[in-house]
Each structure stands twice: as C-alpha cells, then as structure tokens.
C-alpha cells in the first residue's frame, strides 16, 4: 500500500481542477499546468478533493499510484504558490546581474556568461552574488537552478562557486609544506 497515495489531494479555493480520462488539469492564480496519468491509475474528484486509486495490483500500478498522486499535487501547489530555488554565489569579483531577458554572470572567465531565461520561469538578482529562480513547474524550475549551477560549481578548497542557499560544501585542507 502506498502511503502517499492513499492521502486525497484537498483543492484550495481559487483552483479550479479540470479530470479528463487520464489528463488533469489545474487553474490557479499564477496560471495552468496539465499531467496526463498511465492507465496503470483511476483519477477521481469528489468533496472538494483528488484521489488517485491503483487499477490492479501490478508493481507498475503501485509505483504509478504514488507518483502521479505526487504529481497532481505538486500542479497544484505550483498553480497556487509556485516553487522557488535560490543561488548564493562566493567569490572574489564573482556576480550576477538581470540584463532583460538574460542573466549576466560574471564567473572569473575571460569573458560573461550569458544565460537565456527560458520561457515559465523568471529569474531576479536582489544582491550581486543571489539569484532567485521562480516558476510553477518545480522541475523546470529546479533544472534552471542546476544549470546556472553548472557554469562554476562549488570547489572545496576556497568554496568558490554557485551553491544552492544553505548547501553544505565540504571543505578541503591545501597541501602543506
């Protein structure tokens, strides 16, 4: 039995949820995200809220139970709240900064990094060495974050970098003479 989905999903005011056959659709505030579940699942909407059930006792239907319950969840949190990753950014002439529609990291390479902001997402810098990812798809939101990880990853002499708010780097000790 699969504790996550056997809890229903509670619709908050404001959210509209929309199941047809296998596809669900969520409305809210800060807009619409759609999942299409396997057969493997039952989607149903009674009392205000979502409950996903398994068709059969295969392993495949009890491991899509969880994960679209999980998914149709994270729509509608997405569609009400959004989801938010945030950047720190250390080092010694490392920044960020908003130019339009690209963000401008300066990483300690001869030249900028220019960074597209991909469409459902939006990016903003409060300081020069924060950047905040926001979006109400939470992988997309998530993949964004990596890949501006990606451009100077943390290294574990010094800690210079882009890090995720409130990663731990473990550090390392230089050689000695």
């Known amino acids: 039995m699969s504790r996550i989905g056997k809890k229903p999903i509670a619709i908050p005011s404001g959210v509209t949820v929309t199941i047809d056959g296998q596809s669900v659709s969520v409305k809210g505030p800060k807009g619409v995200r759609s999942f299409d579940a396997t057969d493997d699942v039952t989607l149903a909407q009674e ?81 020069q060495t924060e950047i905040v990812v926001e979006g109400i798809d939470q992988q997309l939101a998530g993949q964004v974050a990596a890949n501006i990880r990606e451009w100077r990853k943390p290294e574990p002499y010094k800690g210079k970098g882009i890090r995720y708010a409130g990663e731990f780097i473990f550090r390392k000790e230089g050689k000695k003479k």
Request: glycine share 12%; hydrophobic share 35%; with cysteine.
């Open 47 to 127: 009392n205000g809220a979502v409950s996903v059930t398994p068709r059969g006792s295969s392993k495949r239907a009890r491991q899509q139970w969880g994960m679209s319950r999980t998914q149709i969840a994270n729509c509608i949190t997405g569609v009400t709240e959004g989801f938010k990753r945030s950047l720190e950014i250390t080092g010694v002439g490392y920044r960020a900064a908003m130019q339009n529609n690209v963000l401008v990291l300066n990483l300690g390479y001869s030249h900028d990094v220019n960074f597209e902001v991909p469409e459902g997402v939006t990016i903003t810098c409060p300081r």
